[in-house]
């Protein structure tokens, strides 16, 4: 549970008096992974010139980059952190809003959510590039992780959760992340990142939602193949002009 990473009590507790027992997340096999994933692309950018050339040209995305025909960017940027504080802040938020979000929707829409944020942000970020005439460099799995919590917090919309004993609920902690994010914008003057903000809320709320069914748009998908390859088969229809 988010130690709920935060601290899991329920009212009785809270009535009583008694001490708050905190409990923390699991850590899962795919939460492990992908620290470890993002710790080998940090170190090996770091020891190795060429590969660090490598990052810094594909896995941070821009205009400019794709410019250059580096169309990759748009989804490497999010794989490719340049600090190690910076990835252990990412690993510390995907472990604490991430294990207990994907028991919940399933891992297949868990991975979803995260990789649907980071190629919309990426096109955010060209987009804006295009619009304003700047040229931004963006890396990280800032809209994953935003993805993440938004998922989470949906999913926990009226249900009181407390965080180092702060009551909130998930509409608060969404607003609260919303609201911090905002205002590290500011202080960096990357505003491009509030794009990044949406494109991650946007896929969080959609799929945790369910108002983005995969597997519908799958059958539907299918169902129209079906539907135009039957109309290839039968020929085009003839029109009926009434007797000669």
């Known amino acids: 549970m988010l130690a709920d990473a935060i601290a899991d009590c329920d009212d009785e507790t809270m009535q009583h008096g008694s001490q708050i027992k905190y409990t923390w997340p699991p850590i899962t096999k795919s939460v492990v992974g992908l620290?470890?994933?993002f710790f080998i692309i940090w170190i090996t950018s770091v020891v190795s010139e060429p590969f660090g050339l490598f990052a810094k040209t594909h896995m941070s995305v821009s205009l400019a980059a794709v410019k250059k025909d580096y169309f990759d960017s748009i989804l490497l940027y999010g794989f490719y952190h340049r600090s190690?504080?910076?990835?252990?802040?990412?690993?510390?938020?995907?472990?604490?809003?991430?294990?207990?979000l994907q028991s919940m929707i399933g891992l297949k829409k868990w991975w979803a959510i995260q990789f649907l944020s980071i190629i919309t942000g990426g096109l955010v970020v060209i987009l804006w590039d295009y619009l304003f005439g700047i040229s931004s460099t963006i890396h990280g799995y800032h809209a994953a992780i935003i993805g993440l919590i938004a998922?989470?917090?949906?999913?926990?919309?009226?249900?009181?959760?407390?965080v180092f004993t702060i009551p909130l609920t998930g509409k608060t902690m969404l607003a609260a992340c919303v609201g911090l994010s905002f205002v590290m914008a500011l202080i960096d003057k990357m505003y491009v990142r509030l794009g990044l903000d949406l494109a991650g809320i946007m896929w969080g709320i959609l799929i945790a939602g369910g108002f983005f069914n995969l597997r519908l748009l799958r059958t539907r998908y299918r169902l129209w193949r079906a539907r135009k390859k039957l109309k290839l088969v039968r020929?085009?229809?003839?029109?009926d002009y009434g007797p000669n």
């Open 35 to 37: 620290f470890v994933l």
């Open 84 to 100: 190690f504080g910076e990835l252990l802040f990412v690993g510390l938020a995907t472990w604490m809003f991430g294990t207990e």
């Open 151 to 162: 998922a989470f917090c949906w999913r926990k919309w009226n249900d009181t959760l407390y």
């Open 235 to 239: 020929g085009p229809e003839k029109k």
